[in-house]
């Protein structure tokens, strides 16, 4: 525990005596306490912290009572007073709580020592025994403790259980009544959570969802959720929030990650959780629902609204309505003694009397309330709660409607909810979150003003009198999208920047990034006895077996592993052959590799060893035999190294009824031995892949699995469905991050065109058949493909099918093949031929575009993933036609791009990122990228026009590899020059004579590089003698 732990021992003692006073209270009417009031002590178990379970009564006690959670802590409570059972470094806080407004308070220390804990936990139960009866014991059941004093607690009572006739009874609503109504402190902690919410949802939210809805950027819910989250991090936002001023911002986390819900799919539960769709309504408009949790010192707060864009009248009077309903069950229904419900049956009645076509829409509770813990399960405001509101509870009131039909998209559905957090008093509930104030706040209409059209158009501008088009018609929009472009990456830019400051803020520029070096262990034998025999004649011995060399020094046998020698050489000087042992050690000159690390590099190291001999073979076959273990480690090193991210994947649970079944497709990477189509199954948790042959099968699991892809065979020779893992697997004796099941697209068709059939069919009929029932296949191919791909996210659930949008692809070479890259929703792929290419756009840091100059035909693009340590992806030689919708693309998909002339040393870069990743962002990051970008804009407007003959020869050398036809290229270059030059000197030769014509004209021609007509070993222009003469 941290030294500033100070536990607040009046309120320990005020909040046990109401606990106290609730159990001795046998006249309550109340079910819970009565359920209490029958228990002789009450046992709290609190084990080792688990990230994986949010909330638990348990926790909430250790909270309520002491502020704090003590892990790995017994607490048992008694009429008579609080006994602890801790470790001592605990006992030290727990024991200054003994005598609190009279409360006897022990504390029994845990050690070491297994038989002194036992005895600990008889006494425990020695205690309950003398309780009352000593039989009931009050616990919460649903709370499962761990670790090792859980364990040990939990063997000793089932030991003495049955022998003690203990029962156990759940105290766990009982605990919910008792802290249910809030006193100052309890209250201030939840307002500060409230408002909290007040300031994200207003001042961030409703801002960025706006401007994502008014731009039209593709961004996912999830994403827009994980930048809500990312603003409790940032300090200066929160200075532009009131009523925080007392707060200590450290003590606040979120409750859940923030819930946004569009586009027709929408779960009003607390349990609900974005989804990976896009942000719906800037199209024809929308339902936008976002809920969000704050708890401050645990205390927890709920807010949750709906935006409509763009509503129809019916939409605008049912939310108007749901607000009604709010403002109804505040001020007149939400009182202390009314039940959960009650208050449900109110908002029932309220709803049939007013609006019934709602009613069967209504939510099926009202909310819960929260405090410690977030959902109160005894007080769930709905039909089967019977437990009275009491003065002062915070709730979670939730009121919404869902499942109504969309009028702006046929075939969908809406909901619409309002969360706000209340307190319960006498009178009308009090507002702790900001509530709405009016139903018009939450619509949002786009400006359509664009989209209406005169009825008499006025005449086409920038057309000339014969009907053409001029150049600059269509420059107006390029200029908008590029604009947009502009700013949108400005603010990304900036994003990206805050993130990385936030991301490595630990760091405080001192120390890099862990690049993964670790230490080594070698062990050639456990112990001296385990060395061989015939190593004690003290000759070099080489022990295959256990991959080291046993080599004599001052008269004893030392032992050294095979990965500890770095060389061996063998001389021959004279009548003597000499071996020299050249070991791994610390100071050597490093090589390409980095530094090998050492557990003490101040220790004593033996850097090499030379041994002679005028045995001759005898060194030439240790030398020999030494070499190939060395050459075999190495090997072996590297197979490990190469398979060390391969996963071992769970078992698959296969389906015990008749699995769906994709029959004849064949996997890739192949398997071994003859190519033949296989099934393709779905199960339980995952899919499994058999081949008729050798009963071969692979299985793919579904939690192993980051992306499904389905391409059809548009305009493609196979149809497929691929996999790409989050971890290898190993398909034969190779491991695969990616497998795939296809069909080829069409069969092997023979030409009947000839012989009888050209009796009696003339012209093309047979080919228009041949194409006809290629159609079909190919329509049934994808029709079978995509269903099966369809079931497949319904047996995963957390799966997305994602299929290429081939229309938005260009040309590229991630490899060493031009092949055509295809964005998805979610990555950019090649999923055609392999190497497969798949890249996660979420995994991307930055893109630069590298060789974007005037002139050139082809640029490159990088990608730097946001790990650092991984390599970035480079895609080589891309059309420059393809530059304009490639930078969109990455744009639309919030992806930082710059561009630059040149070709960048990343390795170099990233290195110097990994060294001190805070200082680079705190430098300005990635902006050295953008600036580069923007001084080689001003450069290309400034001297757009200077293409000179060293241009031309850049680019020549760079597209030498990519162009088909380099001679062709070459006469285009020596036109545009001649060309230019032509036009340069016109006005230079007005005044000139014929002769001085010629001699000027011939100069030019030389100093472009052309021969004459005679010169053989010149360059000829394009077309020959046909050219114009002088």
Not at 382 to 407: A, I
Request: proline letters at 4%.
């Amino acid at each position: 525990m941290a030294d500033e732990v100070k536990i607040d021992k009046a309120l320990f003692a005020t909040r046990l005596n109401k606990l106290l006073d609730a159990w001795k209270d046998n006249g309550s009417d109340n079910a819970q306490l009565k359920v209490l009031q029958q228990t002789d002590a009450i046992v709290i178990m609190l084990g080792t912290q688990s990230d994986e379970v949010a909330y638990h009564k348990t926790a909430a006690v250790h909270t309520w009572l002491l502020g704090y959670e003590f892990p790995s802590t017994m607490m048992l409570i008694t009429r008579k007073g609080v006994t602890f059972v801790s470790s001592a470094n605990k006992a030290k806080y727990l024991e200054g709580l003994d005598g609190a407004k009279g409360i006897k308070v022990d504390v029994l220390k845990r050690g070491k020592d297994e038989a002194q804990n036992k005895k600990l936990w008889a006494d425990v139960v020695s205690r309950i025994s003398s309780a009352e009866s000593g039989q009931t014991i009050g616990h919460f059941p649903k709370d499962q403790a761990i670790g090792k004093v859980a364990e040990e607690w939990l063997a000793y009572f089932n030991g003495v259980k049955s022998e003690k006739d203990f029962k156990e009874v759940d105290v766990g609503p009982a605990m919910g009544v008792i802290w249910g109504a809030k006193d100052a402190d309890e209250l201030t902690n939840t307002t500060y959570a409230a408002k909290m919410l007040n300031g994200v949802m207003s001042k961030y939210f409703v801002d960025e969802m706006s401007t994502i809805l008014d731009d039209g950027r593709k961004v996912t819910h999830e994403k827009l959720a994980s930048r809500v989250e990312a603003v409790l991090d940032d300090d200066k936002f929160w200075k532009k929030v009131k009523g925080l001023a007392e707060a200590d911002l450290l003590l606040a986390n979120w409750a859940y990650t923030p819930i946004i819900q569009s586009g027709g799919q929408y779960d009003l539960k607390p349990s609900a959780q974005s989804n990976s769709s896009r942000i719906q309504g800037a199209d024809g408009g929308g339902v936008v629902v976002a809920s969000m949790g704050m708890k401050y010192k645990s205390y927890n707060a709920n807010l949750g609204r709906t935006w409509l864009v763009d509503p129809q009248r019916v939409q605008e009077k049912n939310f108007t309505f749901l607000c009604e309903l709010q403002k109804d069950l505040v001020e007149k229904r939400v009182r202390a003694g009314v039940t959960g419900r009650q208050l449900y049956e109110a908002a029932q009645n309220y709803v049939a009397q007013h609006k019934p076509e709602l009613s069967n829409h209504l939510v099926k509770n009202l909310g819960f309330a929260t405090g410690l813990e977030f959902r109160d399960s005894a007080y769930v405001l709905g039909p089967k709660c019977e437990l009275p509101l009491q003065q002062n509870m915070t709730l979670s009131l939730s009121v919404g409607f869902s499942g109504m039909d969309d009028p702006n998209h046929k075939g969908e559905t809406y909901a619409l909810l309002l969360i706000d957090t209340v307190k319960v008093t006498d009178g009308p509930a009090v507002f702790l979150t900001e509530p709405v104030k009016s139903a018009s706040e939450q619509f949002f209409y786009q400006d359509k003003e664009e989209e209406e059209a005169p009825k008499d158009p006025s005449p086409k501008k920038n057309v000339t009198a014969g009907g053409k088009v001029l150049r600059n018609k269509g420059k107006t929009n390029d200029v908008n999208v590029a604009n947009k472009i502009k700013d949108h990456q400005h603010e990304l830019a900036t994003s990206k920047q805050e993130e990385g400051l936030r991301k490595w803020a630990g760091d405080e520029g001192e120390g890099g990034m862990d690049t993964g070096k670790t230490f080594k262990k070698f062990e050639s034998y456990k112990r001296g006895e385990l060395i061989p025999a015939k190593a004690q004649d003290l000759k070099i011995f080489v022990d295959v077996r256990n991959s080291s060399i046993v080599l004599p020094i001052y008269g004893f046998a030392v032992p050294f592993h095979i990965n500890t020698l770095k060389n061996l050489s063998k001389n021959e000087e004279g009548e003597y052959t000499y071996l020299r042992f050249n070991f791994i050690s610390p100071g050597q000159i490093a090589g390409k590799k980095d530094d090998t690390p050492f557990e003490d590099p101040d220790a004593t190291f033996v850097r090499s060893l030379v041994f002679r001999s005028t045995d001759t073979f005898h060194f030439a076959e240790l030398h020999k035999e030494i070499s190939e273990m060395k050459k075999h480690a190495a090997k072996k090193e590297a197979e490990k190294k190469e398979l060390s991210d391969v996963v071992e994947q769970d078992k698959l649970i296969l389906n015990k009824s008749r699995p769906p079944v994709l029959r004849e497709v064949f996997p890739r990477p192949a398997l071994e031995g003859k190519r033949v189509p296989g099934d393709l199954e779905i199960h339980t948790n995952g899919l499994r892949f058999t081949s008729p042959l050798k009963d071969q099968k692979v299985d793919v699991l579904f939690n192993n699995v980051k992306h499904v892809f389905f391409q059809p065979c548009d305009k493609e020779l196979i149809v497929l469905i691929h996999f790409h893992l989050k971890a290898p697997i190993m398909i034969g004796k190779k491991k695969s991050k990616d497998i795939q099941f296809y069909r080829e697209a069409s069969d092997v068709q023979f030409d009947e065109t000839g012989n009888r059939k050209r009796k009696y069919r003339a012209g093309d009929e047979d080919e228009l058949e041949l194409e006809q029932e290629e159609r079909k296949r190919r329509a049934q191919l994808n029709k079978e493909f995509r269903k099966f791909s369809d079931l497949i996210v319904d047996a995963a659930d957390d799966l997305v099918v994602d299929q290429p949008y081939r229309e938005l692809g260009f040309d590229g070479v991630p490899f060493r093949t031009n092949v055509w890259l295809s964005p998805t929703n979610d990555c950019l792929v090649h999923l055609t031929d392999s190497p497969f290419t798949v890249v996660t756009l979420a995994d991307i840091e930055i893109a630069h575009l590298e060789r974007v100059q005037y002139g050139l035909k082809n640029f490159d693009m990088v990608f730097v993933f946001k790990d650092f340590t991984r390599a970035p992806l480079h895609i080589n030689s891309i059309p420059t036609g393809s530059l304009d919708n490639v930078k969109e693309w990455l744009d639309s998909v919030d992806i930082l791009v710059s561009e630059g002339p040149v070709n960048l040393q990343w390795n170099q870069i990233l290195r110097t990122i990994q060294e001190a990743p805070y200082d680079f962002y705190s430098n300005g990051g990635w902006s050295f990228l953008r600036s580069s970008d923007s001084d080689s804009d001003s450069d290309e407007s400034e001297e757009g026009s200077a293409y000179s003959e060293s241009d031309a020869a850049a680019e020549e050398a760079s597209s030498s590899e990519d162009d088909d036809d380099d001679d062709d290229s070459d006469f285009d270059e020596d036109e545009d020059d001649s060309g230019s030059e032509a036009s340069l000197d016109s006005d230079e030769s007005e005044g000139l004579d014929f002769d001085e014509l010629e001699k000027k004209a011939a100069r030019a021609d030389k100093k472009a590089g052309y021969g004459s007509d005679d010169d053989g070993g010149g360059k000829s222009r394009k077309g020959g003698g046909s050219g114009k003469k002088r």
